[in-house]
């Protein structure tokens, strides 16, 4: 199973931008899909998870009320809006997935990170 960011990019404070992830590989399904950050200098972050199924989300104090997370099963993809960025929002953004793996525990992917810069 692998993971693919996109839609990273430069944009100035204020700005918005759209991630992406798409899954690919042999997936039954994806439990709990996620968006998390690593700025220079500083430990990898949760910015914001989705559920299977009903779609239930958990944002990071810090990025409420400006970024949006969404998903769509059928196509196995994940999507992150992002407005009203900050340039404390600068790091490097990863796709994270529980791919279902039963009988085995769930399979924790990442994707390989895209970087998101924030100018002021």
């Known amino acids: 199973v692998q993971l693919v960011e996109s839609g990273g990019g430069l944009v100035q404070a204020g700005g918005s931008l759209r991630l992406s992830c798409a899954a690919s590989g042999r997936i039954r399904s994806i439990n709990t899909m996620g968006w998390y950050r690593q700025a220079p200098g500083k430990q990898r972050e949760l910015v914001a998870v989705?559920?299977?199924?009903?779609?239930?989300?958990n944002y990071a104090d810090s990025v409420k009320g400006r970024f949006t997370i969404s998903r769509d099963n059928a196509k196995n993809t994940m999507a992150l809006q992002m407005s009203s960025l900050k340039p404390e929002d600068t790091a490097v953004y990863y796709c994270n997935a529980h791919v279902r793996n039963w009988p085995l525990p769930d399979l924790e992917v990442w994707g390989q990170g895209t970087l998101v810069t924030v100018s002021s």
């Open positions: 989705i559920i299977s199924g009903g779609g239930s989300t």
